[in-house]
């Protein structure tokens, strides 16, 4: 039986590669590699996705080899053409798309470092995972997974769609985790829909065992995290290692992979391709970057979803986070230990541990409850630490109010909580209000970091959008404008408040003893 299964996965890998080969190379002319063997690299540069293993496969072949790992296959290509590394290592279907759509700069090596097998897991113990077998291995006999290699390897993107979730579900739903940064396996489709091959079996899997699927994409250095936190009931697809199988459970093997490196291209100018590339004006190639990245199955509206869940964790979480702030400003001035114990250990503890560090251990410990979104847990986090940081700058504006004001407040028969809220704190929050202002928006732009627990910001939006350009640069430096335009303007904002606040008429109020 598992013979069967090979030889019919072996079909499903050489329909795949024929695929890939007619879809993205169709030119006999490919760029020729600089290196020809693995042997040859020795004691040079690799790039890796984080989260992958093909650094041993490595490690195996090429002596002295050095290790960089980068977010994405894009930014591993990147690095290789701008000389950062010598080589970058990833599945040879992903290298061949971004061989093809690097006009001539990279090229793949001709022998590929190993073959291996993709899987997907579930945690330890999970009864789902002997029923999930059962329907692969149904699947793999009547062609169905054969049919969705050739699918998802065609040229044809109209035909790359997912099927309708008709059927009846009496078992519930199952959550599977993705990268969804890996063409034609996971990726983000039109709206940032996760599409690909891995998602289609998926959904075929679940059909067969009586769920529907619910599907979010994570980061490669994620998704095994989610799985066994219970933010999701099983991820995918990964290359099996006996190191991984000690932490999850991997299902029966889906589909035969290879590995390979790619490295820059020999530039003799035979290539098409690559003279096109060259001969390609400034402004043309910008305006095809342009069309890839916002107009190409709409991305603007991902963009634009993007920056709104950006600045909407952004103000929730600043207004949050300057109650936070204040309270700390009350509990501080309460002259009891404990109190002050508390705000003093939260802001050591805040201060001290990296935001995206808060982020994960909230997201996948402390709320790894599944019906806490990821925005949910981004606001609290970010409250948190903008809340550490504004009662910290409050506290200090206050300290430099004149004791006087405050015993003037008492002696005129005012309690100590009204000379603090009519007395000290208004001028005190008139000297710090620019520079929390300020602080709000750092905390927008520090948002950036919310895509380590899927939620779809607009950092994320330009990560999977270059996931499927392969275009490292053009998407990275939209998003970096977009991220100016909009503190420009939170700034003029903040400048006209800051003017209505400084220009206002000062009244003098009758005291009432």
Not at 173 to 200: C, N, R, W
Not at 238 to 258: C, G
């Amino acid at each position: 039986m598992r013979l069967r299964k090979r030889s019919l996965l072996l079909i499903a890998l050489l329909c795949l590669s024929a695929g890939l080969s007619f879809a993205v190379t169709a030119e006999d002319d490919a760029p020729e590699p600089i290196y020809q063997t693995a042997e040859e690299m020795a004691g040079m540069r690799f790039a890796y996705v984080k989260g992958s293993v093909y650094d041993k496969y490595v490690n195996s072949r090429v002596e002295g080899a050095t290790e960089y790992f980068y977010p994405s296959l894009s930014d591993c290509v990147a690095a290789v053409e701008a000389g950062k590394v010598d080589g970058a290592v990833q599945r040879s279907y992903a290298l061949q798309l971004a061989v093809n759509r690097r006009g001539g700069t990279v090229a793949m090596l001709p022998e590929s470092l190993s073959d291996m097998e993709e899987e997907y897991f579930f945690r330890h113990g999970d009864p789902r995972l002997e029923p999930f077998n059962a329907a692969i291995a149904k699947l793999m006999a009547d062609g169905t997974i054969a049919e969705l290699t050739e699918k998802w390897a065609s040229a044809d993107d109209s035909i790359k769609t997912l099927p309708r979730q008709d059927w009846e579900a009496p078992n519930g739903t199952l959550k599977f985790v993705t990268t969804g940064t890996l063409e034609p396996f996971s990726y983000a489709g039109p709206m940032g829909a996760p599409i690909g091959f891995d998602v289609d079996l998926a959904l075929r899997i679940c059909k067969e065992m009586g769920y529907r699927l619910e599907t979010e994409m994570i980061g490669m250095d994620g998704i095994v995290a989610a799985v066994q936190s219970g933010k999701a009931d099983f991820g995918g697809t990964l290359t099996y290692t006996a190191e991984r199988a000690k932490a999850v459970d991997f299902s029966d093997s889906v589909m035969p992979i290879s590995v390979s490196i790619v490295v820059k291209a020999r530039q003799k100018g035979t290539s098409a391709t690559a003279s096109a590339a060259v001969n390609q004006g400034f402004w043309q190639r910008i305006s095809n970057s342009f069309y890839k990245t916002f107009v190409v199955e709409n991305r603007w509206q991902l963009i634009l979803r993007g920056l709104g869940t950006t600045l909407f964790i952004g103000v929730c979480s600043g207004v949050l986070g300057l109650l936070i702030g204040f309270a700390t400003v009350l509990l501080s001035r309460t002259g009891k230990a404990v109190p002050r114990a508390i705000v003093t250990g939260y802001h050591a503890l805040i201060g001290g541990v990296p935001i995206v560090v808060v982020l994960m251990v909230f997201y996948y410990i402390v709320f790894n409850s599944r019906g806490i979104s990821g925005v949910t847990v981004a606001i609290l986090a970010f409250a948190l630490a903008f809340g550490a940081n504004s009662g910290a700058t409050m506290s200090t504006a206050i300290r430099g109010i004149d004791v006087v004001q405050e015993e003037s407040g008492l002696a005129l028969g005012y309690t100590r909580w009204q000379t603090f809220r009519k007395i000290v704190f208004p001028q005190a929050l008139e000297q710090c209000v620019s520079q929390l202002m300020g602080q709000f928006v750092s905390l927008v732009k520090d948002t950036s970091v919310v895509g380590f627990i899927a939620v779809l910001d607009l950092t994320r939006a330009g990560d999977l959008i270059r996931a499927r350009t392969l275009d490292a640069f053009f998407p990275l430096l939209a998003i970096a404008l977009i991220y100016f335009i909009v503190c420009r303007i939170l700034h003029m904002i903040i400048k006209i408040v800051m003017n209505r606040i400084e220009n206002r008429p000062r009244t003098i109020k009758e005291i009432k003893l």
